[in-house]
């Protein structure tokens, strides 16, 4: 993905979210514009922390039969403990993989943080190994920052 890529991405998503604060909403707006954008992305999707588990808010792709994750569980359990971003470029190969799709081959999860608390993540499957790169975390990281400020309030 080049720089103007990614800001052309940013750009729009911007566009989107300026004058929507419905949360669900703006969940809405940021899964379509990275769906329709993102020819690697093959599944997108939010999760939202409840407790401790993680549950599933608007995504495009085909349903997953993943609506509620522990945060013990998964790649998503992982990256929302860790709360760091997590590439998976082969997902076979990782023993915390829960499987979505038998089409996908590789995974990259986003946390969505406001300071030290989690929020939420991003989750988005690609059907082509290796999809996910430097340029991804970093796109995606902008938007997770976005969702922050967008979604916060609505715990508070
Ligand atoms: N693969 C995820 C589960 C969510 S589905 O991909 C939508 C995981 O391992 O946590």
């Known amino acids: 993905m080049t720089t103007e890529t990614q800001q052309a991405v940013l750009a729009e998503i911007d566009k989107a979210l300026s004058s929507e604060r419905d949360p669900t909403r703006v969940m809405e707006q940021v899964v379509a514009v990275l769906k329709r954008e993102m020819p690697a992305y093959t599944w997108v999707g939010i999760y939202l922390l409840e407790g401790d588990e ?3 808010g608007p995504f495009l792709g085909k ?6 994750i522990p945060l013990a569980r998964g790649i998503c359990g992982a990256a929302a403990t860790e709360k760091q ?10 023993p915390r993989y829960l499987a979505c799709s038998l089409e996908t081959r590789s995974e ?9 608390q989690v929020l939420g993540e991003i ?4 059907d082509r190994a290796a999809a996910f790169g430097a340029p991804d975390k970093s796109l995606l990281e902008a938007v997770a920052s976005r ?6 309030d609505r715990t508070s």
């Open 147 to 152: 969702l922050a400020t967008k979604l916060k």
């Open 108 to 116: 990259i999860v986003v946390p969505i943080l406001s300071g030290a």
């Open 63 to 68: 349903p997953s039969p993943h609506t509620r």
């Open 123 to 126: 989750d988005i499957d690609s």
């Open 85 to 94: 971003t997590i590439i998976v470029d082969d997902v076979h190969a990782d």
């Open 54 to 56: 993680l549950v599933l």
